[in-house]
């Protein structure tokens, strides 16, 4: 079983930057994939960023591809989601996820386990 709790969200001008924190209770932290999912308000969950085990892969979904950054220190149990020219478009809530295994997956049912999520709100 692993524990997820994100941190970090807030009010944010379109232009600036944020960085999502999520902290992980298992100590197999480094054996899972994990990644992070956003739910803007009246539509579905939606893919963000994901990254291997030991941080040399990742994927990200097109609409932030250049913008943010996925990574994870493995000695702390933290994934981290760094997110730079943020628009409205970005406003959502942002949730970590985890997954056993290798592979960098990017939809929401390969994840077993999900934070209770952090708001991000980008004003224009």
């Known amino acids: 079983q692993v524990q997820l709790v994100e941190s970090g969200g807030g009010l944010v001008q379109a232009g600036g930057s944020l960085r999502l924190s999520c902290g992980a209770s298992?100590?197999?932290?480094?054996?899972?994939?994990m990644g992070w999912f956003r739910q803007a308000p009246g539509k579905g969950r939606e893919f963000v960023a994901a990254l291997s085990r030991n941080g040399d892969t990742t994927n990200y979904a097109d609409s932030v591809k250049g913008r943010f950054t996925i990574s994870r220190d493995n000695a702390k149990n933290t994934v981290y989601l760094l997110m730079n020219s943020l628009n409205p478009e970005d406003t959502a809530v942002y949730y970590c996820?985890?997954?056993?295994?290798?592979?960098?997956?990017?939809?929401?049912?390969?994840?077993?386990?999900w934070g209770q999520g952090t708001q991000v709100t980008v004003s224009s």
């Open positions: 298992a100590r197999t932290f480094s054996t899972h994939v």
């Open positions: 996820a985890a997954r056993r295994g290798i592979l960098v997956l990017t939809t929401i049912d390969d994840y077993a386990f």
